[in-house]
């Protein structure tokens, strides 16, 4: 299929934007932070060209994936895109935080909030390297 569209993209952004516009209401995106087996991130630095959008960001107030809830709405770029790189699954941090670096000239999380950071990526490497030896 390449970068053809197959199909149309159905109801989503209603329901969205219908949540949003109720009393109340919230827009929450809920998704595993991986494909392919844990291979690909979900969340990523740029939506590749040809990719369909179904939701605009303004329509977003919260994604959640396995490892935590990023609150969207009100947020200038590099705030929802610190929030979400602490949303992804911790192998793709760095990558992400590279490319934030890259991006905006600075690093993503502020000193104190580093060591935690850091600390969250050893564990998941940690844990990785004792599946695959099979310990």
Known sequence: MG???????GGQVDFVRGATMSRGGRSIIAMPSTAKRGHLSRIVPII???SAITTPR????????????A??????LKER???LIKICH?????????EYRHRFKEDPFPREEIGDYIKEVREEVYKTAVSIIGG
């Open 81 to 83: 895109a610190r929030a």
């Open 48 to 50: 590749t060209e040809g």
């Open 90 to 98: 911790p192998k793709f941090r760095p990558k992400l935080a590279l």
């Open 58 to 69: 303004n329509d977003v107030n919260y994604v959640v994936t396995e490892y935590g809830v």
């Open 71 to 76: 609150q969207l709405k009100g947020k200038t």
């Open 3 to 9: 970068l053809n569209q197959f199909s149309a993209v």
